[in-house]
């Protein structure tokens, strides 16, 4: 059973900064995709970026490339999103996902497994 316990949400200003993390358990991570996704009310879930856990080689949504930037700890089974400059309409509530094997990579049917999610509201 895998686990994913988004933290680090929270309320920051225009132009501010917050740092996300993701702690995984339940599987070997190693062979695998984490993903960030977000959803703000009344829109569907968005993908923000992701990283394969073998390589650490990352790919961003056009929407947030240059400001934000997802990282691994493979000794604390854990991926991070470091979010700078951020603007009001980056609020949204945030998720981690994992996936073994998809080729669907910026989309949330290629995710088999999702945490909770953490707020992120960003004032104008």
């Known amino acids: 059973q895998v686990q994913l316990v988004e933290s680090g949400g929270g309320l920051v200003q225009a132009g501010g900064s917050l740092r996300l993390s993701c702690a995984a358990s339940?599987?070997?991570?190693?062979?695998?995709?984490m993903g960030w996704f977000r959803q703000a009310p009344g829109k569907e879930r968005e993908f923000v970026g992701r990283?394969?856990?073998?390589?650490?080689?990352?790919y961003y949504a056009a929407s947030v490339k240059g400001r934000f930037t997802i990282s691994r700890d493979n000794a604390k089974n854990s991926v991070y999103l470091q979010m700078n400059s951020l603007k009001p309409e980056d609020t949204a509530v945030y998720f981690c996902?994992?996936?073994?094997?998809?080729?669907?990579?910026?989309?949330?049917?290629?995710?088999?497994?999702w945490g909770q999610g953490t707020q992120v509201t960003v004032s104008s």
């Open positions: 996902a994992a996936t073994w094997g998809s080729s669907y990579l910026t989309m949330t049917s290629g995710y088999a497994y």
């Open positions: 339940g599987r070997t991570f190693g062979h695998n995709v």
């Open positions: 990283i394969d856990w073998s390589d650490g080689n990352p």
